[in-house]
């Protein structure tokens, strides 16, 4: 079954503290996708990016970095400094059968207190 | 990016009444759509799919009667929810998929919340 965890509900910091946000993810296909998208008060979906089954590569943009670990199939989010703005529910998706199907973890709602 | 629009981006309807949500890919030809529904402080769970010139394919749990969908152009896809009820309340997001690029991107559109009173 193709399936996405974050383990963590809800995780409240303060300003300028460092966060992991943890996915791990289930999948039979070789060939998939996995997303981090960030989701602010108004609802729109915020995309922050995509990695292929294929890259491993740690990548790092800005404050934000992400860690992805196919032996633990896993794809965490490290938000460095973090600011007030960063608050949001930010998801970690799966992508695969060839692009025709996405499935959402649930979600963790992230609060940066001042 | 490609862009994704949803109109109406919020809505307020009497239970029974029907309420119609449009999804538009503005820059490429989508053949496939999806809907999908948030509850609050929920994730997004998949509705169906929508595709061009043939009938949506629902997921379990979603009936189709009270969840038309119609995907009569490339660019559009339309979800009439029939007879809304309270419980229908939810935020709607659809999203199109970009068969121009090998990597099959999905762009979601900015949502629509429906209440129901």
């Known amino acids: 079954a193709q399936k996405v965890t974050q383990a963590q509900t809800e995780i409240s910091v303060v300003e300028k503290e460092d966060v992991t946000l943890d996915c791990v993810y289930e999948t039979r296909d070789t060939t998939y996708y996995l997303f981090w998208y960030k989701q602010p008060p108004s609802g729109e979906l915020v995309f922050l990016i995509r990695?292929?089954?294929?890259?491993?590569q740690n990548e790092i943009s800005g404050r934000y970095s992400w860690n992805f670990q196919k032996s633990t199939s896993s794809f965490n989010f490290t938000i460095t400094a973090s600011q007030v703005v960063d608050s949001a529910v930010y998801f970690c998706a799966l992508r695969y059968n060839y692009g025709q199907n996405f499935v959402f973890g649930p979600g963790t709602r992230l609060s940066v207190l001042p | 990016g490609a862009v994704v629009s949803q109109h109406p981006s919020w809505v307020i309807c009497k239970s029974g009444t029907s309420v119609k949500i449009e999804c538009r890919s503005l820059?490429?030809?989508?053949?496939?759509m999806f809907w999908y529904r948030q509850f609050p402080k929920q994730s997004l769970m998949l509705m169906a799919t929508?595709?061009?010139?043939?009938?949506?394919?629902?997921e379990q749990g979603v009936e189709k009667d009270k969840f038309l969908i119609n995907h009569a152009s490339l660019t559009l896809s339309t979800l009439t929810v029939t007879s809304a009820h309270p419980e229908d309340s939810s935020f709607y997001i659809c999203?199109?998929?970009?068969?121009?690029?090998?990597?099959?991107?999905?762009?979601f559109g900015p949502g629509t919340r429906l209440t129901v009173t």
């Open positions: 929508s595709n061009e010139g043939s009938k949506a394919t629902y």
């Open positions: 990695r292929n089954s294929f890259d491993e």
């Open positions: 999203s199109a998929l970009d068969t121009t690029h090998i990597t099959y991107e999905q762009y």
């Open positions: 820059d490429f030809q989508a053949t496939t």
